[in-house]
Protein backbone atom coordinates (compact mmCIF):
# COMPACT_ATOMS: atom_id res chain seq x y z
CA UNK A 1 0.00 0.00 0.00
CA UNK A 2 2.56 2.44 0.58
CA UNK A 3 4.55 1.66 -2.60
CA UNK A 4 0.84 2.52 -4.28
CA UNK A 5 0.77 5.94 -2.18
CA UNK A 6 4.21 6.98 -2.63
CA UNK A 7 3.66 6.32 -6.51
CA UNK A 8 1.02 8.45 -6.20
CA UNK A 9 2.06 10.87 -4.40
CA UNK A 10 2.45 13.87 -7.12
CA UNK A 11 -0.83 12.89 -8.66
CA UNK A 12 -4.06 15.07 -8.30
CA UNK A 13 -6.69 13.45 -6.15
CA UNK A 14 -9.63 11.52 -7.14
CA UNK A 15 -13.08 12.34 -6.21
CA UNK A 16 -14.91 9.85 -4.20
CA UNK A 17 -18.31 10.48 -5.51
CA UNK A 18 -16.80 11.10 -9.27
CA UNK A 19 -15.58 7.49 -9.02
CA UNK A 20 -18.25 5.86 -7.05
CA UNK A 21 -20.70 7.25 -9.83
CA UNK A 22 -18.12 5.80 -12.98
CA UNK A 23 -19.07 2.62 -14.54
CA UNK A 24 -16.60 0.15 -15.26
CA UNK A 25 -15.47 -0.66 -18.81
CA UNK A 26 -13.02 -2.73 -19.81
CA UNK A 27 -11.25 -3.18 -23.33
CA UNK A 28 -13.61 -6.39 -24.56
CA UNK A 29 -12.24 -9.08 -25.71
CA UNK A 30 -11.35 -10.20 -29.62
CA UNK A 31 -14.69 -12.47 -29.30
CA UNK A 32 -16.73 -9.68 -28.15
CA UNK A 33 -15.01 -7.35 -30.76
CA UNK A 34 -16.26 -9.62 -33.73
CA UNK A 35 -19.76 -10.22 -32.66
CA UNK A 36 -20.13 -6.59 -32.19
CA UNK A 37 -18.60 -6.24 -35.49
CA UNK A 38 -21.12 -8.58 -36.93
CA UNK A 39 -23.99 -7.54 -35.87
CA UNK A 40 -22.72 -4.38 -37.78
CA UNK A 41 -21.65 -1.97 -34.74
CA UNK A 42 -18.26 0.38 -35.65
CA UNK A 43 -15.22 0.41 -34.15
CA UNK A 44 -16.07 3.67 -32.28
CA UNK A 45 -18.58 1.18 -30.10
CA UNK A 46 -16.03 -0.86 -29.40
CA UNK A 47 -12.68 0.77 -28.16
CA UNK A 48 -11.73 2.18 -25.16
CA UNK A 49 -10.41 5.76 -25.83
CA UNK A 50 -10.26 8.50 -28.90
CA UNK A 51 -7.10 7.58 -29.74
CA UNK A 52 -7.67 3.68 -30.50
CA UNK A 53 -11.11 4.65 -32.31
CA UNK A 54 -9.26 7.18 -34.78
CA UNK A 55 -6.43 5.18 -35.42
CA UNK A 56 -8.95 2.29 -36.38
CA UNK A 57 -11.40 3.87 -38.07
CA UNK A 58 -8.64 5.81 -40.27
CA UNK A 59 -7.47 2.26 -40.78
CA UNK A 60 -10.40 0.29 -42.04
CA UNK A 61 -11.33 3.77 -43.75
CA UNK A 62 -8.75 3.53 -45.90
CA UNK A 63 -8.74 -0.49 -46.68
CA UNK A 64 -12.23 0.65 -47.55
CA UNK A 65 -11.37 3.11 -49.91
CA UNK A 66 -8.74 1.06 -51.36
CA UNK A 67 -11.03 -1.89 -51.84
CA UNK A 68 -13.72 0.73 -53.84
CA UNK A 69 -10.74 2.31 -55.75
CA UNK A 70 -9.56 -1.55 -56.90
CA UNK A 71 -13.31 -2.09 -58.21
CA UNK A 72 -13.83 0.39 -59.80
CA UNK A 73 -10.52 0.97 -61.82
CA UNK A 74 -10.39 -2.75 -62.51
CA UNK A 75 -6.93 -2.92 -60.28
CA UNK A 76 -5.22 -5.52 -58.23
CA UNK A 77 -3.71 -3.95 -55.36
CA UNK A 78 -2.22 -5.29 -52.04
CA UNK A 79 -2.04 -3.24 -48.82
CA UNK A 80 0.36 -3.71 -45.90
CA UNK A 81 -0.88 -3.16 -42.08
CA UNK A 82 1.48 -2.68 -39.55
CA UNK A 83 0.87 -1.81 -35.61
CA UNK A 84 2.66 -1.96 -32.53
CA UNK A 85 1.66 -5.20 -30.36
CA UNK A 86 -1.87 -5.27 -28.91
CA UNK A 87 -2.92 -2.38 -31.57
CA UNK A 88 -5.91 -4.20 -33.28
CA UNK A 89 -4.81 -5.98 -36.32
CA UNK A 90 -7.13 -8.88 -35.87
CA UNK A 91 -9.90 -6.42 -35.47
CA UNK A 92 -8.97 -4.46 -38.45
CA UNK A 93 -9.03 -7.58 -40.37
CA UNK A 94 -12.80 -8.65 -38.97
CA UNK A 95 -13.79 -5.00 -39.29
CA UNK A 96 -12.72 -4.83 -43.15
CA UNK A 97 -14.17 -8.61 -43.60
CA UNK A 98 -17.80 -7.85 -41.93
CA UNK A 99 -18.30 -4.85 -44.16
CA UNK A 100 -17.40 -6.57 -47.25
CA UNK A 101 -20.20 -9.42 -47.34
CA UNK A 102 -22.11 -7.99 -50.19
CA UNK A 103 -22.34 -10.74 -52.67
CA UNK A 104 -24.60 -8.20 -54.73
CA UNK A 105 -22.20 -5.53 -54.91
CA UNK A 106 -19.84 -8.47 -56.05
CA UNK A 107 -16.99 -7.41 -53.16
CA UNK A 108 -17.15 -10.48 -50.27
CA UNK A 109 -14.25 -10.78 -48.27
CA UNK A 110 -12.86 -13.66 -46.48
CA UNK A 111 -10.69 -13.48 -43.09
CA UNK A 112 -7.97 -15.91 -43.09
CA UNK A 113 -5.55 -17.20 -40.04
CA UNK A 114 -3.25 -19.36 -39.22
CA UNK A 115 -4.00 -19.36 -35.59
CA UNK A 116 -6.64 -21.96 -35.62
CA UNK A 117 -7.95 -22.08 -31.60
CA UNK A 118 -8.67 -18.41 -32.43
CA UNK A 119 -10.71 -19.16 -35.63
CA UNK A 120 -12.60 -22.21 -34.13
CA UNK A 121 -13.62 -19.62 -31.58
CA UNK A 122 -14.65 -16.79 -33.68
CA UNK A 123 -16.74 -19.29 -36.21
CA UNK A 124 -17.90 -20.77 -32.51
CA UNK A 125 -18.91 -17.58 -31.08
CA UNK A 126 -20.78 -16.22 -34.42
CA UNK A 127 -22.44 -18.85 -35.04
CA UNK A 128 -24.34 -18.78 -31.72
CA UNK A 129 -25.00 -15.29 -31.95
CA UNK A 130 -26.41 -15.27 -35.19
CA UNK A 131 -28.81 -18.79 -33.95
CA UNK A 132 -29.70 -16.29 -30.99
CA UNK A 133 -30.71 -13.38 -32.92
CA UNK A 134 -32.88 -15.02 -35.32
CA UNK A 135 -34.37 -17.12 -31.88
CA UNK A 136 -35.64 -13.40 -31.14
CA UNK A 137 -36.76 -12.34 -34.13
CA UNK A 138 -38.89 -15.60 -34.54
CA UNK A 139 -36.67 -16.84 -37.25
CA UNK A 140 -35.35 -20.30 -36.42
CA UNK A 141 -31.88 -21.08 -38.36
CA UNK A 142 -29.96 -24.22 -37.45
CA UNK A 143 -26.38 -24.15 -35.82
CA UNK A 144 -25.32 -26.37 -38.85
CA UNK A 145 -26.82 -23.55 -41.48
CA UNK A 146 -25.75 -20.45 -39.23
CA UNK A 147 -22.02 -21.77 -38.96
CA UNK A 148 -21.94 -22.10 -42.81
CA UNK A 149 -22.45 -18.78 -43.32
CA UNK A 150 -19.90 -17.51 -40.62
CA UNK A 151 -17.23 -19.91 -42.40
CA UNK A 152 -17.93 -18.07 -45.65
CA UNK A 153 -15.77 -15.48 -44.43
CA UNK A 154 -13.91 -16.92 -41.30
CA UNK A 155 -11.09 -19.97 -42.40
CA UNK A 156 -7.96 -21.14 -41.39
CA UNK A 157 -5.40 -20.08 -44.39
CA UNK A 158 -4.49 -23.73 -44.60
CA UNK A 159 -7.74 -24.76 -45.80
CA UNK A 160 -8.09 -21.95 -48.11
CA UNK A 161 -4.90 -22.44 -49.48
CA UNK A 162 -5.47 -26.13 -49.51
CA UNK A 163 -8.97 -25.66 -51.99
CA UNK A 164 -7.32 -23.64 -54.32
CA UNK A 165 -4.32 -26.02 -54.60
CA UNK A 166 -7.15 -28.22 -56.37
CA UNK A 167 -9.37 -26.09 -57.74
CA UNK A 168 -7.68 -23.64 -60.54
CA UNK A 169 -10.52 -21.48 -60.52
CA UNK A 170 -10.61 -17.64 -58.57
CA UNK A 171 -11.46 -17.51 -55.42
CA UNK A 172 -15.10 -16.88 -54.39
CA UNK A 173 -13.67 -13.35 -52.70
CA UNK A 174 -12.29 -10.03 -54.13
CA UNK A 175 -11.12 -9.38 -51.12
CA UNK A 176 -8.62 -11.70 -48.70
CA UNK A 177 -7.39 -10.73 -45.44
CA UNK A 178 -4.70 -12.78 -43.76
CA UNK A 179 -3.87 -12.09 -40.36
CA UNK A 180 -0.32 -12.93 -39.15
CA UNK A 181 0.57 -12.54 -42.72
CA UNK A 182 4.50 -12.33 -41.40
CA UNK A 183 4.61 -15.75 -41.13
CA UNK A 184 4.02 -17.40 -44.35
CA UNK A 185 6.06 -19.89 -45.15
CA UNK A 186 9.35 -19.06 -47.36
CA UNK A 187 9.92 -21.47 -50.40
CA UNK A 188 11.88 -24.32 -49.22
CA UNK A 189 9.47 -24.88 -46.20
CA UNK A 190 6.55 -24.64 -48.75
CA UNK A 191 7.90 -26.89 -51.25
CA UNK A 192 8.86 -29.03 -48.26
CA UNK A 193 5.39 -29.22 -47.25
CA UNK A 194 3.59 -29.27 -50.54
CA UNK A 195 5.83 -32.54 -51.63
CA UNK A 196 5.68 -34.60 -48.11
CA UNK A 197 2.04 -33.83 -47.21
CA UNK A 198 0.01 -32.94 -50.15
CA UNK A 199 2.51 -35.26 -52.86
CA UNK A 200 2.31 -32.24 -55.10
CA UNK A 201 6.34 -32.23 -56.27
CA UNK A 202 6.19 -29.96 -58.84
CA UNK A 203 5.73 -27.27 -56.55
CA UNK A 204 7.47 -24.45 -56.70
CA UNK A 205 6.46 -21.30 -55.03
CA UNK A 206 6.78 -20.23 -51.60
CA UNK A 207 3.48 -19.22 -49.38
CA UNK A 208 3.05 -15.62 -50.00
CA UNK A 209 3.34 -16.11 -54.02
CA UNK A 210 1.38 -18.79 -54.05
CA UNK A 211 -1.32 -17.01 -52.42
CA UNK A 212 -1.53 -14.02 -54.13
CA UNK A 213 -1.70 -16.28 -57.62
CA UNK A 214 -5.15 -17.64 -55.84
CA UNK A 215 -6.50 -13.94 -56.35
CA UNK A 216 -4.62 -13.00 -58.92
CA UNK A 217 -6.74 -15.84 -61.29
CA UNK A 218 -9.07 -12.77 -61.07
CA UNK A 219 -9.76 -11.28 -64.67
CA UNK A 220 -11.30 -7.91 -63.11
CA UNK A 221 -9.84 -6.57 -59.53
CA UNK A 222 -8.86 -8.14 -56.35
CA UNK A 223 -7.40 -6.64 -52.56
CA UNK A 224 -5.13 -8.41 -50.56
CA UNK A 225 -4.95 -6.61 -47.15
CA UNK A 226 -1.62 -8.53 -44.91
CA UNK A 227 -1.99 -7.95 -41.24
CA UNK A 228 1.94 -8.00 -40.15
CA UNK A 229 3.57 -7.80 -36.58
CA UNK A 230 7.36 -6.64 -36.73
CA UNK A 231 9.65 -9.45 -35.59
CA UNK A 232 7.09 -12.20 -34.63
CA UNK A 233 8.48 -14.93 -37.24
CA UNK A 234 9.14 -18.02 -34.79
CA UNK A 235 8.60 -21.21 -36.44
CA UNK A 236 10.78 -23.22 -39.28
CA UNK A 237 10.36 -21.60 -42.17
CA UNK A 238 8.60 -18.16 -41.73
CA UNK A 239 9.41 -16.36 -43.82
CA UNK A 240 8.70 -12.46 -42.29
CA UNK A 241 7.13 -9.86 -44.50
CA UNK A 242 9.68 -9.67 -47.07
CA UNK A 243 8.44 -13.15 -48.41
CA UNK A 244 5.58 -10.96 -49.81
CA UNK A 245 7.16 -8.64 -51.19
CA UNK A 246 9.71 -10.10 -52.97
CA UNK A 247 6.97 -12.07 -54.25
CA UNK A 248 5.21 -9.15 -56.19
CA UNK A 249 8.68 -8.09 -57.01
CA UNK A 250 9.46 -11.03 -59.00
CA UNK A 251 6.31 -12.04 -60.02
CA UNK A 252 3.11 -9.65 -59.65
CA UNK A 253 4.51 -6.10 -60.85
CA UNK A 254 1.15 -5.77 -62.17
CA UNK A 255 -0.04 -5.56 -58.57
CA UNK A 256 -0.09 -1.84 -57.52
CA UNK A 257 1.36 -1.38 -53.50
CA UNK A 258 -0.02 0.74 -50.45
CA UNK A 259 2.19 0.13 -47.58
CA UNK A 260 3.02 2.19 -44.00
CA UNK A 261 6.01 3.78 -43.77
CA UNK A 262 6.46 1.82 -40.64
CA UNK A 263 7.18 -1.27 -42.31
CA UNK A 264 10.92 0.57 -43.03
CA UNK A 265 11.49 -0.06 -39.47
CA UNK A 266 13.97 -2.23 -38.47
CA UNK A 267 11.92 -5.34 -36.77
CA UNK A 268 10.46 -5.54 -39.83
CA UNK A 269 13.63 -6.61 -41.49
CA UNK A 270 11.90 -5.23 -44.67
CA UNK A 271 13.54 -1.99 -46.22
CA UNK A 272 15.59 -3.53 -48.68
CA UNK A 273 12.81 -5.44 -50.23
CA UNK A 274 10.94 -2.21 -50.49
CA UNK A 275 13.70 -0.37 -52.10
CA UNK A 276 13.93 -3.26 -54.67
CA UNK A 277 10.07 -3.47 -55.26
CA UNK A 278 9.91 0.07 -55.67
CA UNK A 279 11.91 0.15 -59.07
CA UNK A 280 9.12 -2.67 -60.55
CA UNK A 281 6.06 -1.26 -59.55
CA UNK A 282 3.76 1.34 -58.01
CA UNK A 283 4.15 1.68 -54.11
CA UNK A 284 1.89 4.05 -52.35
CA UNK A 285 3.08 5.27 -48.73
CA UNK A 286 0.27 6.12 -46.16
CA UNK A 287 0.25 6.75 -42.35
CA UNK A 288 -2.87 5.40 -41.60
CA UNK A 289 -1.61 1.68 -42.76
CA UNK A 290 0.00 1.78 -39.26
CA UNK A 291 -1.71 1.25 -36.34
CA UNK A 292 0.07 3.18 -33.14
CA UNK A 293 -1.94 2.81 -30.34
CA UNK A 294 -2.17 -0.57 -28.31
CA UNK A 295 -5.65 -0.82 -27.08
CA UNK A 296 -3.85 -3.00 -24.28
CA UNK A 297 -2.01 -0.62 -23.08
CA UNK A 298 -5.16 2.52 -23.59
CA UNK A 299 -3.17 4.93 -21.41
CA UNK A 300 -0.45 5.34 -23.20
CA UNK A 301 0.64 5.00 -26.57
CA UNK A 302 4.23 6.13 -26.52
CA UNK A 303 4.71 2.48 -24.02
CA UNK A 304 5.65 0.72 -27.57
CA UNK A 305 7.36 3.58 -28.77
CA UNK A 306 10.34 3.06 -25.67
CA UNK A 307 10.08 -0.44 -26.09
CA UNK A 308 11.19 -0.28 -29.81
CA UNK A 309 13.80 2.77 -28.65
CA UNK A 310 15.41 0.57 -26.14
CA UNK A 311 15.85 -2.64 -28.88
CA UNK A 312 17.18 -0.17 -31.68
CA UNK A 313 19.37 1.34 -29.40
CA UNK A 314 18.57 4.62 -30.00
CA UNK A 315 19.52 6.49 -26.39
CA UNK A 316 17.96 9.51 -27.46
CA UNK A 317 14.98 8.62 -28.71
CA UNK A 318 14.28 6.68 -25.23
CA UNK A 319 15.20 9.14 -23.09
CA UNK A 320 12.54 11.35 -24.59
CA UNK A 321 10.23 9.05 -24.34
CA UNK A 322 10.89 7.87 -21.04
CA UNK A 323 10.15 11.19 -19.65
CA UNK A 324 6.42 11.14 -20.97
CA UNK A 325 6.17 8.09 -19.19
CA UNK A 326 7.23 7.86 -15.81
CA UNK A 327 4.93 9.15 -14.00
CA UNK A 328 2.40 6.73 -15.76
CA UNK A 329 4.18 3.71 -15.67
CA UNK A 330 6.42 1.79 -13.27
CA UNK A 331 9.59 1.14 -15.57
CA UNK A 332 12.26 -0.81 -15.07
CA UNK A 333 15.09 -1.87 -17.02
CA UNK A 334 17.59 -4.91 -15.89
CA UNK A 335 19.51 -7.51 -18.12
CA UNK A 336 19.07 -9.81 -15.26
CA UNK A 337 16.24 -12.30 -15.04
CA UNK A 338 16.57 -13.23 -11.72
CA UNK A 339 16.67 -9.62 -10.56
CA UNK A 340 13.29 -9.05 -12.62
CA UNK A 341 11.58 -11.89 -11.29
CA UNK A 342 12.46 -10.55 -8.08
CA UNK A 343 11.31 -6.85 -8.74
CA UNK A 344 7.78 -8.76 -10.14
CA UNK A 345 7.67 -10.76 -6.47
CA UNK A 346 8.07 -7.10 -4.54
CA UNK A 347 6.16 -5.21 -6.63
CA UNK A 348 3.60 -7.23 -7.58
CA UNK A 349 1.01 -5.28 -5.78
CA UNK A 350 1.94 -2.20 -7.09
CA UNK A 351 2.06 -3.30 -10.67
CA UNK A 352 -1.60 -5.02 -10.24
CA UNK A 353 -2.45 -1.08 -9.89
CA UNK A 354 -1.78 -0.09 -13.79
CA UNK A 355 -2.94 -3.12 -15.25
CA UNK A 356 -5.15 -2.10 -18.31
Same mark, same amino acid.
Given at each position: ?5 N ?9 G??F ?10 I ?6 L ?8 I ?19 I ?9 K?I ?22 L ?60 D ?12 V ?18 M ?13 P?F ?6 R??D????V ?7 E ?8 S ?10 T??Q ?5 ? @???? &??? $?????? =? *??? +??T??F????H ?5 RS ?12 ? @???? &??? $?KV??? =? *??? +?Y??V ?5 S ?18
Amino acid at each position: MLNILNFFKNSSSISGDDFAKGSYSPTPTIIEAAVSLYNNHTVENITRSDAEAKNLTSTTSLISQIIDHAKQHQNKIICFVTGVPGAGKTLVGLKVATQHLDKEKGNTSVYLSGNAPLVAILQEALTRDQVKRESETGRRITKKDAKQAVKSFIQIIHHYRDAYLVNPEPPYDHVAIFDEAQRAWNREQTIKFMRQKKNQHDFKYSEPEFLISCLDRHKDWAVIVCLVGGGQEINTGEAGISEWLNAIENTFTNWQVYISQN @LKDS &EYA $AENAIK =K *LQN +KCTVTFNNDLHLGVSLRSFRSEKLSLLVKSI @LDLN &ELQ $AKVVLE =K *LHD +KYPIVLTRNISKAKLWFIIAGTTIETFCD
